[in-house]
């Protein structure tokens, strides 16, 4: 199994994100919430380790202050006993001040403490300097020196670090020793134990946050599932009910504002299946209406067709009036054959009724014989019909009859329409599609007359009477043929530059139109001859 690519993660999250609600909210009430925790939980963690190291400060302070009065009493006591001027066992008195001062720094475990001479004293004595084994001599800073030696009557201390990162405090003060002169009493207070309760503190507060994000975040996502769940439900619904399932309907629990809204929704439906069935039982009368009348019509048509070709046959014989009322009926009975034929097929469109025919067409030939048989009524009208084809020479699967019905009808618009101008057909193809598109150079139409070009019966100038035959429905039934070959009619109009119309059809019936190989509006800027270009 092919394994999935890490770059296509970030794009599939953007689209779960996009498309869902329940995501969203938990995702943001999360990132949230964790944010305030972690506020909450640093400002408590900082106020705690604040607290700490001053509680902590405060006894070191008190116990260094106890150690130096311990140590000074020693070095006064042996001054006093040994009377003044009496040589003092230096040395004696520091062993005593060590034994003296391990023990009574015993409460606070790892103490360590060292007795340094202040430099730049001349005494008639002197005392070695001492320290446990293991005091950090390093922690003993220049600074700290001169804070000792600059204010001997209060202890200095700092916040050092030991090896491995050991927090601790070291304490100075100066102490007098009988004739030796000053020297440096320091003491160094590990605060491992107040780190480790912080370091308890702080994961107690990590984990404690941890587990109320995600409590949080199962919470809402809890709540938005008991609100979303219905939502989603209704949607799901409403696509049924779009889809033609109308007797689908929403669940109605309890009494809340979702019930409510099931109530409402499930009454809306309810309203709404009933008129698209009265709609669709009228619809089913007037189609049914329409197809009776247009069969019922075909017998005393044919009866008033054969009577009229009779009279038109023998129209020389009549006085020149009679002869052209035989002309007029000739024609007028001809053109209802062809309103009744349209409404028949309409009807059938209306009924679903219809079924394509496909087989293999050569697009470029059938133009060419569709303008073959149009030339006659352009050459009456003055217009010129040129067929331009770059492309669309191979064969493609479309019901030839259609296609033919389409094109004639877009061709007898062009000229109805033209003025006289010459009427240019392209046809092109590409690698999804093939197109044909018809180019009149006349009156044009506004924006809202082109968007109404396909009704059934309409006309831009209601005024304007059909010189060629057309029934109303020529378009409406040609934009029915295209949509059945999954294809496209579409129309671009100006008014006095002219119409053009597209006709897009798929290469292969089972594969999708990307784009149309001809370009709407048309690229007028192709020079042709006798018409100028744009």
Not at 16 to 30: D, E, G, N, P, Y
Not at 232 to 249: D, I, K, P, V, W
Not at 409 to 438: Q, T, W
Request: with cysteine; net charge negative; proline share 6%.
């Amino acid at each position: 199994m092919k394994p999935l690519d890490w770059r296509l993660y970030p794009g599939r999250l953007a689209r779960f994100w996009r498309t869902s609600l329940q995501f969203r909210t938990v995702a943001i009430t999360v990132v949230l919430s964790g944010l305030a925790v972690l506020i909450i939980g640093s400002y408590i963690s900082i106020s705690i380790g604040n607290n700490l190291f001053a509680s902590r400060s405060s006894s070191v302070q008190d116990a260094a202050r106890t150690a130096h009065n311990l140590a000074q009493d020693i070095f006064s006591t042996a001054e006093t006993t040994g009377g003044q001027g009496a040589p003092v066992e230096l040395d004696s008195l520091a062993g005593t001040v060590r034994d003296k001062l391990i023990p009574a720094s015993a409460n606070a475990e790892g103490i360590t403490f060292a007795l340094m001479r202040t430099p730049g004293q001349v005494t008639p004595q002197s005392m070695q300097p001492i320290s446990t084994p293991d005091f950090p001599q390093d922690v003993v800073t220049s600074s700290l020196r001169k804070s000792v030696t600059a204010d001997p009557t209060h202890v200095q201390y700092q916040s050092v670090s030991l090896a491995g990162g050991e927090p601790a405090i070291i304490v100075g003060s100066q102490v007098l020793a009988p004739g030796a002169g000053n020297y440096e009493l320091y003491l160094v207070y590990p605060l491992g134990d107040s780190q480790q309760t912080l370091n308890f503190v702080t994961q107690t507060l990590v984990l404690g946050g941890l587990a109320l994000v995600l409590l949080i975040g199962a919470v809402t996502y809890v709540v938005v599932r008991l609100v979303v769940g219905p939502i989603r439900l209704a949607a799901e619904t409403s696509e049924r009910l779009a889809a033609g399932q109308l007797e689908q309907r929403i669940p109605e629990k309890g009494e809340d504002v979702i019930a409510t809204l099931a109530r409402s929704f499930n009454g809306m439906a309810d309203s709404l299946q009933q008129q698209i069935i009265k709609l669709a039982e009228l619809s089913r009368v007037q189609q049914r209406f329409v197809s009776d009348v247009s069969h019922e019509l075909r017998t005393p048509l044919t009866t008033i067709r054969l009577a009229g070709d009779v009279l038109y046959d023998q129209r020389d014989q009549f006085t020149p009036s009679t002869a052209r009322t035989a002309e007029l009926l000739h024609t007028q009975v001809q053109r209802f054959e062809i309103l009744l034929a349209d409404l028949l097929e309409v009807s059938r469109y209306d009924a679903g009724a219809v079924e394509l025919e496909l087989e293999p067409t050569n697009l470029v030939r059938l133009v060419e014989d569709a303008v073959d048989s149009m030339q006659p009524l352009a050459e009456e009208r003055g217009s010129e019909l040129r067929v331009v084809a770059p492309g669309g020479y191979f064969e493609a699967e479309v019901d030839a009859r259609r296609i033919r019905r389409i094109l004639r009808n877009l061709l007898g618009n062009a000229v109805e329409h033209g003025e006289g101008k010459p009427i240019v057909v392209m046809v092109d193809s590409n690698e999804s599609a093939i197109a044909l598109a018809v180019r009149d150079y006349g009156i044009g139409m506004t924006p809202t007359q082109a968007l109404r070009v396909f009704d059934r019966f309409w006309r831009a100038d209601p005024s304007r009477q059909r010189t060629i035959g057309g029934t109303g429905l020529g378009l409406a039934i040609s934009l029915e043929d295209a949509t059945l070959h999954d294809g496209w009619l579409e129309v671009w109009s100006e008014l006095g530059i002219g119409t053009c119309f597209r006709l897009t059809l798929p290469r292969d019936p089972e594969l999708p139109i990307i784009s149309s190989p001809l370009e709407l509006p048309p690229d007028d800027s192709i020079p042709i001859e006798g018409i100028d270009s744009v």
